[in-house]
């Protein structure tokens, strides 16, 4: 569920890819988690324990919230958001599995966020992409060896040449993406957080609106006051 700041003719929403999770609903609000353009339709416990939304018993192509696999956990916590490339014998080669935040509103964003490797294996990796209503705002060749607390982690350290990150200018159905694809024949464990905060601006002339409006009002309770004869002059007579 998005919070929400108002402040003088701006109104910002906040959302959030961990904080805003569901195991029930995909969609879920703004946030979808596909296989392309399609919503992946299955949830359902992988062969650790751990559930989540994915076609695969593997959890290959798989995104989920919860417990990591034993043994080869790189950087993998309890509750993180952590998805799965779709490798290339599950048609990863042109299908990526992907996160989706759908702009409900027009506006302009700001996105934060980073990816790292969650497990190690040595003959696996995944590279990453973050576009903006089609167009690739930052991108990243490799996770190998990456931690969420290195730098190099941050989607701010990985925007392409004349991109940015801040008060990028969206329309309603405008979408955020996040991708993820193998880069070997196997696909691969990512942890991933993802922060949207949407500023909503109102339309030019509505500011306005309000202000004709309450000087209206004011000048119909003036006038009745006149009628009346109850009008300040009218107190201070009596």
Known sequence: MASCAWAAD??????SLNADWSDVANPNGVWSYNHGDVPIK?????WWGQAGWGYYSNADGSILKGSPESGKDHDWLLGDVVMHSLSRNY??????????????????????????????YADRDVRWTLSVAGQTVAA????????????????????????????????????????VMSEQ???????????????????????????AGGAALGMMRRCRQRESGRGPLARMVE
């Open 91 to 120: 048609g990863g080669a042109t299908t990526f599995l992907n996160v989706k935040w759908t702009s409900p509103a027009d506006g302009v964003v700001d996105i934060a966020g980073r990816a790292w490797e969650a497990e190690i």
């Open 185 to 211: 024949g196997y696909g691969h464990f990512v942890g991933v957080e993802e922060n949207i905060t949407l500023t909503v601006v109102p339309e030019p002339g509505v500011g306005a609106l309000l202000v």
């Open 140 to 179: 990243r060749g490799s996770v190998q060896g990456l931690y969420r607390t290195d730098a190099g982690a941050q989607f701010a350290a990985n925007v392409t040449a004349g991109s940015s990150l801040q008060n990028i200018p969206v329309n309603v159905g405008d979408v955020v993406q996040f991708s």
């Open 10 to 15: 701006l109104v910002q929403y906040h959302y």
């Open 42 to 46: 299955t949830y359902q416990t992988f």
